[in-house]
């Protein structure tokens, strides 16, 4: 037994003797081992003098991270800080996505060399990607909790959310949530907001929140507004739609009233104001009035053909000169503002349309929210429904929880017609009180204490 084990051992001794002559490395290959040896022991004293920020990472490294990403996340971070930017810009990072892009679409074209065009390139894919993905892609849906009471209004700009209307404070959401508080105990009529303000409507005044958390009330003035309504922002000027039919246009920096519009006989119900300060009102009564501050003058009054009910809601797209409005009885319709005549009449929803918005810049996409719970698209140029989506309150995926809130991520679905939309209970599909559309996303509230985004997503990656 001894004298077998020893054979064994001195077979298997012979053997890796063997093997040891013939896989020896060459010369070379040992000083090459020798450096990787080196560079580990070096690695190892890098990581012990503690750890290294992504600034530290050299820009081939940086260009090879960047190479890995889609046209959003790529134009995203060119904007994040100089140096990024630097290495993005040197090695043309999005000049070659873009190429490839549109090798890879059916309208291939010689790539942009210009600045200019590049910037005209990435917005013609984005808007594509964006109204290709509102139509068909996967629904995910983010919903929190954002106030004690219901939120009835929310605003999406630069990225940001803005939601409130009812509380006595109301929050910005950042990277966090921020709360403003209200001036006594008044409640927030409407509110708006840029990258550096709020400005909202309490009661009959005006208050200003700075970012940094400072508030400025506007003086009160007897006489200057009645009851407001309803508020649009669009600086340097805010509009109030008051109750007696007049709109009164206040100056953020002079802090008073410069100019008070006749618009209607009756109550302004809702505000839409361009950027050259030209303002759409909707009355109970199903009108719809234009007028320009400036000339103190209206420039034209908008009827539909037949009485669909108030208007509840109004947006305006500068690039296609169309007016939307969605009413109290269902309908939305669409005016061509250089025709002054309307273009065409849907009936949406089986009662109140609450909100409509698009994406700045596109002349292709509507999206509408009501009281059925709904979240429709529509076609801007024909009004035609391309698809309904609601949530999936039954598939609830995942919830978390950081130091503001309790995120759960739900699913989104789309339903064909309004036999499937009536066989969905009406508490899984709460109204949707205010939309805000987003590159990608739709912001909504349902008159309850939550926020949901919509986040349209592509199919194979989820």
């Known amino acids: 037994m001894d004298s077998a084990k020893k054979g064994s051992e001195s077979s298997f001794l012979q053997n890796s003797s063997f093997c040891s002559e013939v896989f020896q490395p060459p010369a070379d290959a040992k000083m090459s081992l020798a450096r990787t040896a080196g560079d580990s022991v070096m690695m190892k004293k890098m990581w012990r003098a503690g750890p290294k920020t992504i600034q530290s990472l ?17 134009a995203r971070c060119s904007v994040v800080c100089k140096s990024w930017n630097a290495v993005i810009v040197r090695y043309k990072l999005l000049q070659l996505l873009c190429h490839k892009l549109q090798q890879d679409s059916s309208t291939y074209s010689t790539p942009s060399t210009s600045q ?11 808007m594509k990607q964006h109204r290709s993905l509102l ?4 629904i995910d849906i983010d919903q929190w909790k ?4 219901r939120i009835d209004q929310c605003r999406l700009k630069m990225g940001l959310v803005l939601t409130g209307v009812g509380d006595k404070v109301w929050f910005m959401i950042f990277n966090a949530s921020h709360a403003y508080g209200l001036p006594g105990a008044v409640p927030l009529v409407d509110f708006d ?5 709020i400005v909202g409507l309490v009661s009959n005044r005006i208050c200003i929140w700075r970012r940094n958390g400072k508030k400025t009330i506007f003086p009160s003035q007897e006489g200057t507004f009645s009851k407001g309504l309803c508020m649009r922002y669009f ?4 509009v109030v739609g008051c109750e007696d039919g007049t709109a009164c246009v206040f100056d953020m920096y002079s802090r008073k009233c410069s100019r008070i519009v006749r618009m209607h006989a009756w109550p302004l119900t809702c505000l839409a104001l361009s950027e050259d300060q030209i303002i759409f009102s909707g009355s109970a009564l199903g009108h ?8 103190d003058q209206l420039v034209v009054r908008l009827k539909s053909t037949e009485s669909r009910g108030g208007i509840k809601t109004l947006c305006f797209n500068p690039s296609s000169h169309f007016v939307f409005a969605g009413t109290t009885a269902g309908y939305i319709s669409c005016w061509d503002l250089r025709k002054r005549g309307v273009l065409w009449e849907r009936r949406a929803s089986p009662n109140v349309v609450y909100s409509l918005q698009h994406q700045r810049n596109d002349t292709s996409l509507l999206v509408a929210g009501g009281i059925d719970g709904v979240l429709r698209i529509l076609n801007q140029s024909t009004g035609e429904v391309l698809s309904s989506c609601v949530m999936d309150d039954k598939n609830l995926q995942s919830s978390s929880r950081n130091e ?20 969905i209970p009406r508490s899984a599909r709460p109204p949707i009180t205010c939309l805000a559309v987003g590159m990608k996303k739709v912001v909504t509230t349902h008159g309850g204490k939550h926020i949901s985004v919509w986040k349209f997503n592509n199919t194979e990656t989820g």
């Open 146 to 149: 954002g106030h004690s009471i």
């Open 404 to 423: 503001h809130v309790i995120l759960e991520r739900k699913k989104g679905r789309r339903v064909l017609g309004d036999f499937e939309i009536d066989r």
């Open 235 to 238: 600086d340097p000027e805010a």
């Open 116 to 126: 200019q065009s590049l910037e005209i390139d990435l917005e013609l894919f984005a």
């Open 58 to 74: 050299d820009h081939d490294i940086l260009c090879l991270v960047f190479s890995f990403l889609n046209l959003f996340d790529l």
């Open 288 to 295: 719809i009035t234009v007028a320009d501050p400036s000339s």
């Open 135 to 138: 139509q068909e892609g996967q």
């Open 193 to 197: 907001f840029d990258e550096s303000k």
